[in-house]
């Protein structure tokens, strides 16, 4: 039902969006973007990025009377605020309000604060507002019961948009709002519209609006002065946990009578999905498995297909297992799981049902997936790779990342011997370096004088020594043992190496190792090579401050960070592409002057009720490279909820990464 549901909503947006496009309105500047933003490697120069960012020369509106007749709008229409914005000003700088000061007699309130797709205003809302002023001509009751009555038709009630969050405050007249919030109302348990007003902050000022506004928050005061934190408000700036397959999306409580949070994790609450304000429900029922993780372990393996291929069962990114556990393994499909799943729509019980589909998962199923998957694409449960895999000894943490590297051909396995745990060589981290400067570059390395070094002539160090990744004089030692920093500072020389020799270019970044208890211990030559590493993920931390510099490296730490490496240039900052890019003809989507989603969830772009929306020119950190239900369709980057720090995952085609100079 609700894969129809999603199918009917993008029908209807098109529409509407073709609908809006129908109306005069101001339109962007058709900027004549450099070669970098098109091809096959699009990207944003610093400079470009900032053009765009949607929080840099953030903005104030002031909308008076005065501007709206001198707009040429008639101050009677019923949809003025609408047409104002509309005409005025172009995506882009509204994305850049920050601040609106509104000075007019009844005011519409739909184009400021929801996306609400029965009308043809949805589209002009200033996305990034986070303080709006209103005037003493304003009627506050008459406004806020029109902005719950925008919100209960708006499909995207349940995101950070403006009036969703306490990131947004509205500034009221204190004569306006003598009982607070909940006073508002001559029916003051009408809990629908005290769920929908308590989401964003409320606070009252004395006097005149405009010199309010210069003094700005320190003017103004909470109309609260006694907390009491027992109200459900399931927005998404007080989520504690969202939706997994193992629990439903948690909130904290909130102020009964100003919507404050209260931010406390051992007092929370579960709703059941739901536009309305819904019950509180219980947690530990089925909730549906997202599987786009492609992790080569033991426990994933299934066999080797026709084609001489090894072949792994996907496994779920939130509880980690993988496909056939999570619907026939009793430790995860338990019997909970099949009442709230089936239900009566099987006619056995849980005893039989296990019986059947344990059978068929080792046999119908698994023929299935070990054919199904190739080198090229992925079956719908299972992923296939080539037959070489580490069979030495690692850590059971390591595994994944260790065989992806054999993989990316990373690891010349007859230098490491069968003990991964050990402490690793020059020579071997050497190895791993070239192999990754070659692979990423698409060059082979040529190496110096085999006279080059006294004590040895491997290719390895010779090429190390060419690429810049060694010193290429003196004795080389290829049997002493490197410290984590030393294994740092090679890697990153391969990837500056590989930066000097292809297109790749990598992320902006501020390093910021004095987090760490340790960081004094990083000696001089490796903190620029430390920093980078670390602030991409290439390295791992020892613990929470620690980063342990000086300390010997074993050969899987090596090998894992090798295997990170291999993804530098997808980690890092990027940025919403804007509507002046569509206007420029650089890009197709129409999505970006829209909205944006944190998706990924099974065969819902939609990704369930609860979004965190990007408008263009927004920035966010990626942590690692595409991901996706396969690898010829992994087309969303996965990115942190700016809320609670959980991973979250975005439309890769609707973002740019930005590149240093």
């Given at each position: 039902?609700?894969?129809?549901?999603?199918?009917?909503?993008?029908?209807?947006?098109?529409?509407?969006?073709?609908?809006?496009?129908?109306?005069?309105?101001?339109?962007?500047?058709?900027?004549?973007?450099?070669?970098?933003?098109?091809?096959?490697?699009?990207?944003?120069?610093?400079?470009q990025?900032?053009?765009?960012?949607?929080?840099?020369?953030?903005?104030?509106?002031?909308?008076?009377?005065?501007?709206?007749?001198?707009?040429?709008?008639?101050?009677?229409?019923?949809?003025?605020?609408?047409?104002?914005?509309?005409?005025?000003?172009?995506?882009?700088?509204?994305?850049?309000?920050?601040?609106?000061?509104?000075?007019?007699?009844?005011?519409?309130?739909?184009?400021l604060?929801?996306?609400?797709?029965?009308?043809?205003?949805?589209?002009?809302?200033?996305?990034?507002?986070?303080?709006?002023?209103?005037?003493?001509?304003?009627?506050?009751?008459?406004?806020?019961?029109?902005?719950?009555?925008?919100?209960?038709?708006?499909?995207f009630a349940?995101?950070?948009?403006?009036?969703?969050?306490?990131?947004?405050?509205?500034?009221?007249?204190?004569?306006?709002?003598?009982?607070?919030?909940?006073?508002?109302?001559?029916?003051?348990?009408?809990?629908?519209?005290v769920?929908?007003?308590?989401?964003?902050?409320?606070?009252?000022?004395?006097?005149?609006?405009?010199?309010?506004?210069?003094?700005?928050?320190?003017?103004?005061?909470?109309?609260?002065?006694?907390?009491?934190?027992?109200?459900?408000?399931?927005?998404?700036?007080?989520?504690?946990?969202?939706?997994?397959?193992?629990?439903?999306?948690?909130y904290?409580?909130?102020?009964?009578?100003?919507?404050?949070?209260?931010?406390?994790?051992?007092?929370?609450?579960?709703?059941?999905?739901?536009?309305?304000?819904?019950?509180?429900?219980?947690?530990?029922?089925?909730?549906g498995?997202?599987?786009?993780?492609?992790?080569?372990?033991?426990?994933?393996?299934?066999?080797?297909?026709?084609?001489?291929?090894?072949?792994?069962?996907?496994?779920?990114?939130?509880?980690g297992?993988?496909?056939?556990?999570?619907?026939?393994?009793?430790?995860?499909?338990?019997?909970?799981?099949?009442?709230?799943?089936?239900?009566?729509?099987?006619?056995?019980?849980?005893?039989?049902?296990?019986?059947?589909?344990?059978?068929?998962?080792?046999?119908?199923?698994?023929?299935?997936?070990?054919?199904?998957?190739?080198?090229?694409?992925?079956g719908?449960?299972?992923?296939?790779v080539?037959?070489?895999?580490?069979?030495?000894?690692?850590?059971?943490?390591?595994e994944?990342?260790?065989?992806?590297?054999?993989?990316?051909?990373?690891?010349?396995?007859?230098?490491?011997?069968?003990?991964?745990?050990?402490?690793?060589?020059?020579?071997?981290?050497?190895?791993?370096?070239?192999?990754?400067?070659?692979?990423?570059?698409?060059?082979?390395?040529?190496?110096?004088?085999?006279?080059?070094f006294?004590?040895?002539?491997?290719?390895?160090?010779?090429?190390?020594?060419?690429?810049?990744?060694?010193?290429?004089?003196?004795?080389?030692?290829?049997?002493?043992?490197?410290?984590?920093?030393?294994?740092?500072?090679?890697?990153?020389r391969?990837?500056?190496?590989?930066?000097?020799?292809?297109?790749?270019?990598?992320?902006?970044?501020t390093?910021?190792?004095?987090?760490?208890?340790?960081?004094?211990?990083?000696?001089?030559?490796?903190?620029?090579p430390?920093?980078?590493?670390?602030?991409?993920?290439?390295?791992?931390?020892?613990?929470?401050?620690?980063?342990?510099?000086?300390?010997?490296?074993?050969?899987?730490?090596?090998?894992?960070?090798?295997?990170?490496?291999?993804?530098?240039?997808?980690?890092?900052w990027?940025?919403?592409?804007?509507?002046?890019?569509?206007?420029?003809?650089?890009?197709s989507?129409?999505?970006?002057?829209?909205?944006?989603?944190?998706?990924?969830?099974?065969?819902?772009?939609?990704?369930?009720?609860?979004?965190?929306?990007?408008?263009?020119?927004?920035?966010?950190?990626?942590?690692?490279?595409?991901?996706?239900?396969?690898?010829?369709?992994?087309?969303?980057?996965?990115?942190?909820?700016?809320?609670?720090?959980?991973?979250?995952?975005?439309?890769?085609?609707?973002?740019?990464?930005?590149?240093?100079d």
């Amino acid at each position: 039902m609700k894969k129809y549901f999603s199918k009917i909503l993008i029908l209807i947006s098109i529409a509407i969006f073709n609908l809006q496009n129908s109306f005069a309105q101001k339109r962007s500047p058709a900027y004549v973007w450099p070669e970098n933003t098109k091809g096959e490697y699009p990207y944003y120069t610093q400079a470009q990025a900032d053009f765009l960012c949607s929080d840099i020369n953030q903005t104030t509106l002031v909308i008076t009377e005065e501007k709206i007749k001198k707009a040429g709008i008639n101050p009677n229409s019923s949809e003025k605020i609408s047409r104002y914005l509309n005409e005025t000003t172009t995506p882009e700088e509204r994305a850049r309000i920050k601040t609106i000061i509104l000075d007019v007699a009844n005011p519409d309130a739909e184009p400021l604060f929801a996306y609400n797709w029965l009308t043809n205003w949805s589209h002009v809302y200033p996305r990034n507002l986070k303080n709006l002023w209103l005037s003493s001509k304003v009627d506050i009751r008459k406004f806020l019961n029109e902005v719950i009555d925008v919100k209960r038709k708006s499909i995207f009630a349940s995101t950070n948009a403006p009036m969703n969050s306490w990131d947004c405050t509205l500034y009221v007249p204190e004569n306006q709002l003598p009982k607070g919030m909940r006073g508002i109302f001559e029916n003051p348990d009408d809990l629908l519209s005290v769920y929908l007003l308590l989401r964003f902050k409320t606070k009252t000022y004395s006097g005149d609006v405009y010199s309010a506004a210069k003094l700005g928050d320190k003017a103004t005061k909470l109309h609260c002065n006694n907390h009491v934190y027992n109200e459900r408000l399931a927005t998404i700036d007080k989520l504690y946990k969202k939706s997994t397959c193992k629990n439903i999306n948690k909130y904290y409580y909130s102020c009964e009578f100003c919507g404050k949070c209260e931010y406390n994790p051992n007092h929370t609450f579960s709703y059941e999905l739901s536009e309305e304000k819904p019950e509180p429900i219980e947690d530990g029922r089925f909730y549906g498995h997202h599987f786009i993780d492609h992790k080569i372990i033991k426990e994933n393996f299934i066999g080797i297909n026709s084609r001489g291929e090894r072949v792994y069962w996907k496994s779920c990114s939130q509880c980690g297992n993988n496909v056939k556990d999570c619907n026939s393994s009793p430790k995860v499909f338990n019997r909970a799981t099949f009442d709230y799943a089936l239900g009566t729509g099987f006619d056995g019980t849980y005893e039989q049902y296990m019986e059947i589909i344990t059978k068929q998962w080792k046999t119908i199923y698994k023929d299935e997936a070990l054919e199904n998957a190739s080198l090229e694409f992925d079956g719908l449960n299972s992923f296939a790779v080539l037959d070489k895999v580490a069979k030495a000894k690692i850590s059971g943490k390591t595994e994944n990342d260790v065989n992806w590297a054999f993989q990316n051909g990373l690891v010349d396995e007859k230098l490491f011997g069968n003990d991964y745990t050990a402490k690793i060589t020059k020579l071997q981290c050497a190895s791993l370096a070239v192999n990754l400067a070659e692979k990423l570059s698409g060059k082979e390395i040529t190496p110096v004088s085999k006279l080059a070094f006294p004590d040895t002539e491997n290719i390895y160090a010779r090429k190390a020594a060419a690429a810049g990744i060694a010193k290429s004089s003196g004795t080389f030692n290829p049997n002493a043992i490197l410290s984590r920093q030393q294994m740092a500072t090679y890697f990153y020389r391969a990837l500056q190496y590989v930066k000097k020799n292809s297109h790749i270019k990598y992320t902006p970044y501020t390093p910021k190792l004095e987090k760490y208890s340790d960081s004094a211990q990083i000696a001089k030559w490796a903190k620029e090579p430390m920093g980078f590493m670390d602030t991409l993920g290439l390295i791992e931390k020892t613990s929470e401050k620690t980063i342990s510099p000086e300390t010997p490296c074993t050969i899987e730490t090596a090998i894992v960070t090798a295997s990170k490496s291999f993804y530098a240039d997808k980690i890092g900052w990027y940025q919403a592409r804007t509507a002046v890019e569509a206007d420029a003809g650089f890009y197709s989507s129409n999505r970006t002057a829209r909205h944006f989603l944190d998706c990924a969830l099974p065969s819902n772009d939609f990704g369930g009720w609860l979004k965190y929306i990007y408008t263009g020119g927004t920035r966010i950190w990626v942590t690692g490279p595409r991901v996706g239900s396969s690898r010829d369709y992994a087309r969303h980057y996965p990115t942190k909820n700016p809320y609670n720090g959980e991973t979250i995952y975005v439309i890769a085609e609707d973002f740019l990464p930005i590149k240093a100079d």
